[in-house]
């Protein structure tokens, strides 16, 4: 059985208004999850409301029962990745074993510049993303105070107490496509393969990439989790459809080549069901409309069944 879920962009616009409703929308209609971005501003245009990551997520714990939720992802610049590993411990006991760590390097300048945090170049962030996945595994599944010595970042007989309630503490996703860098740190440290905006071609090809580093890693295929997020567009009809396209000045046949979902329920069925075919366990789907929630009800009525036992 695949999951299907939604993914917000924290940036564009959500506020306490809107994430409340989401997330009502998300458990009422039976998407399996809703994964948000942790940026506080787009890389261009105005600025719109942005909601705190990890207070979003902690009131996602306390007012949902089923779904699960995380970041998409985190990026190392923002916090220690000691207060990471506290704040998700507590938001995972909080909601009784739901969320998911995504993890990542961060890429958008703009964001770092306009609050005074420090942007380094690639190489040092993806130094500091993988020293902070070696001190977050440490923290959340060493039942002993640890030591850890990096080039970044240091703990000292540092323990996180209370301890985890899930075994191991929340898992770990890492999302990206990056055949040298990105795939091979998924394959060493991540519960979870996150690809983004990939079509089925390319999925195909990073999806034997990843499965060749699991196999150098001497961790089998399967002891991962394999999830896309990807932008759908989704429409009762197609006139609806043709009229939402032409509107955003959109080719749909353009958009699926570039990985994105569009179409009716019958061709959103078919794109998800060649992605399941070729591997994929979860679906991450971009909802960007926040406010249209009349769409994200019917996605769900009319594709949500198609694929449930």
């Known amino acids: 059985m695949v999951d299907i879920g939604i993914m917000i962009e924290g940036q564009d616009g959500l506020n306490w208004q809107r994430w409340q409703r989401l997330l009502r929308t998300a458990e009422d209609c039976g998407y399996q999850c809703v994964f948000r971005s942790d940026h506080f501003t787009n890389p261009e245009g105005e ?35 000691s207060m990471n590993a506290r704040y998700a411990a507590a938001v995972d006991d909080l909601s009784g074993g739901r969320l998911v760590l995504g993890m990542g390097a961060g890429w ?24 902070a996945l070696e001190l977050t595994r440490l923290l959340l599944r060493s039942d002993a105070p640890s030591d850890f010595q990096g080039a970044h970042y240091q703990l000292a007989d540092a323990i996180l107490l209370p301890r985890p309630a899930r075994a191991g ?3 770990i996703l890492i999302g990206g496509n990056g055949p040298k860098k990105t795939l091979p740190l998924a394959a060493k440290y991540a519960d979870e393969w996150n690809a983004v905006y990939l079509n089925l071609a390319a999925y195909r090809e990073r999806r034997a990439l990843m499965e060749g580093y699991m196999r150098e890693q001497g961790r089998a295929a399967d002891a991962i989790k394999y999830s896309l997020m990807t932008r759908v567009i989704y429409r009762s009809t197609q006139a609806q459809l043709d009229s939402f396209l032409a509107a955003q000045g959109m080719d749909g046949a353009n958009l699926r080549e570039r990985g994105l979902i569009v179409g009716t329920a019958a061709e959103v069925v078919d794109q998800l069901g060649a992605l399941i075919e070729a591997g994929v366990e979860r679906f991450m789907l971009q909802w960007v409309e926040l406010d249209d929630i009349e ?8 594709v949500l069944p198609q694929f449930s036992d």
């Open 295 to 302: 769409n994200l009800e019917l996605l769900a009525r009319d």
């Open 47 to 81: 600025d719109k409301d942005s909601l705190e990551l990890w207070i979003s997520l902690a009131y996602a714990a306390s007012h949902t029962s089923r779904i699960e939720f995380g970041p998409l992802v985190a990026p190392v610049t923002f916090r220690h990745p």
């Open 108 to 131: 958008q300048g703009r964001e770092h510049e306009k609050f005074g945090i420090a942007f380094y170049d690639f190489s040092r962030r993806y130094e500091m993303l993988e020293e």
């Open 169 to 171: 503490g929340p898992p």
